[in-house]
Every structure is written in structure tokens, then in C-alpha cells.
């Protein structure tokens, strides 16, 4: 017997149902076997991503202590504190005016923090009583011991240099030698002037800290 017009469409869909069910369920049997074995494609963003790689840090190198002119020289162990005069010329009277009132640094010598060696110079007096305390300004210094600290400030910066050595100076030496590569001191009494061939105390010492 022939089915009816409506009887075949009736057939063709339930058979398009039962095929378009069994593709949806092996479809998601399949999206969930690739989900559980983790092998589903990333999602796709949408956002930017940057190519440019990140720009290093760069830390400022430390900022270097300049030189810096002495004020002040302290010598406990031999009872020697004094201001340090920094004058520009080299002519011996000014030098010696300068000596009147402390110890003065010689001008082409080394500054605080400066490879070199600094050179100071200070009146010593053996006599019991002066009136001008200056000629005392180096007074003991020829009694420092190696390894014994003189101090000598920049304002509140204090430069402490250890004690090498002492010694007497010979009345005709002219030229003290001064040491160009480290960091040293040296300190040179005389009782009278800087022009005068007279004995004096020459002390070394080197930057500790």
C-alpha cells in the first residue's frame, strides 16, 4: 500500500531527528574525550600583544666624593687640634703669615679625597711660654707613635690617617719627597720660617678610613 504525501514527510523528518541526535551526541562524546586528554586549542584573544621586550633597569653609578680642602687637624694622642688655613699662593711670606694663626696646607700638595699626598705645615716651640699659641701648633708631634690616628676634618667629614712613621728632618734638606699614587699625609714643623734651613719633625701617615 503507498504512504500518503504526509506520511513520507512524517518519516523523512523523524529520520533527519535520529541522524542530527546521533551526530550531536558523538560530537560532544568527542569535545569531551579532547577535553579530558587536554589537547582543545587555546582561545584566540583579542587583546594586543606587545613584541617590544622590557627596557632594563639601569641603577645610577654612586655619586664620587670630591676633593675637598682641610679646616681642622686633631691629633689626640699628642694633644694637637688645630684650624687648617688652604692658601692659593706659594710665596713664602704669605705662607708664613698664614702659619700665625694654625697649620696651613701647602698649596700644590693633595686635597682631602685626592690621590696624592697632602702636605701640612705648623709652627713647634720649645720654649716654656709664647705669646702667639701658633708657634705651638704642632707642638708633639714628633712624640706620634705608628699606627696612632691624626684626624683631619672637612667641616663634619672626618678623614682619619694612621701614623708610618717619624723623623727628624736635616737642616740643609730642601725637597721633602711626597708620595703621588695612594692617599697619604705628611706633616712638617718648623719653629721659624719656611725660607730658614732649620731642624724639623717630619711625620707620614696613610688614609685608613
Not at 582543545?40 to 606587545?50: K, R, T
Not at 664620587?64 to 679646616?71: C, D, K, L, W, Y
Not at 696646607?105 to 697632602?118: I, K, V
Request: a neutral charge; hydrophobic letters at 45%; proline letters at 5%.
Amino acid at each position: 500500500m503507498k504512504k500518503n504525501h504526509q506520511g513520507v514527510m512524517w518519516e523523512i523528518l523523524e529520520r533527519q531527528g535520529s541522524f542530527s541526535f546521533a551526530f550531536l551526541a558523538v560530537f560532544l562524546l568527542t569535545f569531551a574525550f579532547l577535553a579530558w586528554v587536554d589537547v582543545l586549542p587555546e582561545p584566540v584573544s583579542n587583546s594586543v600583544v606587545s613584541t617590544e621586550l622590557p627596557t632594563p633597569s639601569v641603577k645610577p653609578l654612586a655619586p664620587q666624593t670630591a676633593p675637598a680642602a682641610p679646616t681642622r687637624i686633631v691629633a689626640k694622642s699628642v694633644g694637637v687640634d688645630a684650624t687648617i688655613a688652604n692658601p692659593t699662593s706659594t710665596n713664602i711670606d704669605e705662607l708664613d703669615r698664614v702659619l700665625l694663626a694654625g697649620a696651613a696646607r701647602y698649596p700644590t700638595s693633595a686635597l682631602l679625597g685626592q690621590e696624592g699626598t697632602m702636605l701640612l705645615f705648623g709652627h713647634s716651640s720649645s720654649l716654656p711660654v709664647v705669646r702667639n699659641q701658633a708657634y705651638k701648633t704642632f707642638n708633639g708631634v714628633q712624640n706620634l707613635q705608628k699606627g696612632e690616628i691624626i684626624s683631619v676634618f672637612a667641616g663634619q667629614k672626618e678623614y682619619r690617617y694612621a701614623v708610618v712613621g717619624v723623623r727628624v728632618a736635616d737642616a740643609n734638606e730642601d725637597v721633602i719627597e711626597l708620595t703621588q699614587t695612594g692617599k697619604h699625609l705628611t706633616l712638617v714643623t718648623c719653629n721659624n720660617s719656611f725660607a730658614t734651613k732649620t731642624k724639623r719633625y717630619v711625620v707620614t701617615a696613610e688614609l685608613v678610613s
